[in-house]
């Protein structure tokens, strides 16, 4: 009896030890991933406003392609799968190489700086999941206590960047495998992620909310019409996704050389955006997204977005896809909502949360930033939505090396990586 009650002391003590250790590693992770992202979101609204103001910039788009394949080069990271990268880290326990951080945090701001079409959270998640994998290093961690540490800086850089802590936790133990969530990193996820978006809210950086308006009453109409604008939107996120793959080929024939590669990117979006007559599609277009809440979208903005999109990544200009995909999801929706009878601002909300849904096969991260963007009123709608993106998306993903674990329709095993 004396036996076993040492052995439940001694159980206890090391249950303690270990949950204070994470709020420790969780703590540190959380400042310095939350102070570097920080300061990044803050130059790369500076680099935005600039681009604005400057509109001539752009012509040194095509330069600044050709600058950041040289930086990797001399980086030697000429083979960079960005985000990827950091998934297969957490899967795999491979180390980040220390290099991926100034790498992605200077060509990432090139690219805004000139007015490439990405967002920030792609290099937010390689920015966090590089910086915490070097603290791990840095404290000896084994390989399944460095996962945790990746995941953790995954939320802080997420948090720090995109403004959205719920879902920046959600994503981290999320986005690696779909159909598995990795509880034991919830905890300390939540304290990086918190920690981090509190020293953005020091830094005073600017993070958008959206009012939604138009809610529609729950009965059979609004259902049906939530459940067809959602698949829709899981076929748009295929059409996405598609899309940037086959850009990537399509570059890699043309031009083999990826600095010729990227300067030709560059002058492709010079001439669209000559074209177009408008520098909406440049950058991350948040502003798009604003417009589609309070107002119709065209019909043209989701495809011109894609399109910019796919040119810009498809070269090898650096930056992320989500804010992007949020974009397009938020023009497509408020514009087919519209067309079947629902608010353009309620479409909006809707084609965002099926669409992301969709691109990152996270339908339980996608569901909270619906929460956090738009408010808890139409929370079930957007559950709804999130469960049609998830399903009619099928296999594709914006992460070729996530793992999808369980098939979408069945308790089936599968263990694919998206498509």
């Known amino acids: 009896m004396a036996g076993k009650q040492s052995e439940n002391k001694s159980g206890f003590a090391a249950y303690v030890k270990t949950f204070l250790k994470w709020v420790l590693y969780a703590g540190v992770i ?13 130059l790369i609204n500076t680099s935005s406003g600039f681009f604005l103001e400057h509109n001539w910039i752009i012509w040194l788009l095509p330069a600044g392609g050709v600058l950041i394949t040289l930086l990797y080069r001399w980086g030697k990271k000429s083979h960079d799968n960005g985000t990827d990268t950091v998934i297969q880290s957490v899967r795999n326990s491979d180390r980040i190489p220390a290099v991926m951080v100034p790498l ?15 967002g920030t959270e792609g290099a937010a998640i390689q920015l ?33 960047v995109v403004g959205t802590p719920m879902t920046s936790i959600i994503l981290a133990i999320e986005l690696a495998g779909v159909g598995v969530m990795f509880y034991s990193a919830i905890l300390p996820c939540t304290l990086s ?9 020091m830094f005073h950086v600017d993070f958008p909310q959206y009012q939604v308006t138009g809610l529609p009453a729950l009965d059979v109409v609004s259902c049906v019409q939530v459940i067809l604008l959602a ?27 990826k600095a010729i590669r990227a300067a030709a990117g560059g002058f492709i979006i010079v001439g669209l955006t000559y074209l177009v007559g408008s520098n909406l599609y440049n950058g991350d277009s948040l502003p798009l ?44 929706g408020s514009f087919a909502g519209e067309l079947m009878g629902l608010s353009p601002s309620f479409g909006a909300a809707i084609g965002l949360v099926s669409v992301f849904c969709g691109a990152i096969n996270s339908p339980m991260t ?8 738009f408010g808890a009123n139409g929370a079930l709608f957007y559950l709804i939505a999130c469960a049609l993106g998830y399903v009619c998306s099928g296999y594709f993903g914006l992460y070729p090396s996530q793992k999808i674990w369980f098939d979408k329709l069945s308790h089936k095993f599968i263990k694919k990586n998206a498509e």
Request: aromatic share 8%.
């Open 30 to 42: 959380g400042i310095a991933v939350g102070i570097l992202g920080s300061l990044f979101a803050m």
């Open 104 to 118: 992605i945090f200077i060509s990432t701001l090139i690219t805004r700086l000139f007015g490439g079409s990405v």
């Open 128 to 160: 966090g999941g590089g910086l915490s994998s070097s603290i791990g290093k840095w404290l000896h961690m084994n390989d399944q206590e460095e996962k945790i540490v990746i995941m953790c800086g995954i939320s802080a850089g997420f948090s720090a």
């Open 193 to 201: 992620s918190i920690i981090a978006f509190g020293i953005a809210q």
């Open 231 to 257: 698949a829709m939107g899981g076929l748009v996120s295929i059409l996405l996704c598609a899309s940037l793959r086959t850009s990537k080929m399509l570059y890699q024939k043309a031009f083999p050389n």
């Open 289 to 332: 997204i604003g417009t589609a809440v309070a107002n119709a979208a065209g019909g043209q903005e989701f495809l011109l977005k894609i399109l910019f999109t796919v040119v810009t990544i498809g070269a090898g200009f650096k930056g992320g896809e989500i804010v992007p995909t949020l974009v397009i999801g938020a023009t497509f």
């Open 366 to 373: 996608a569901f909270v930033i619906g929460i956090e963007l």
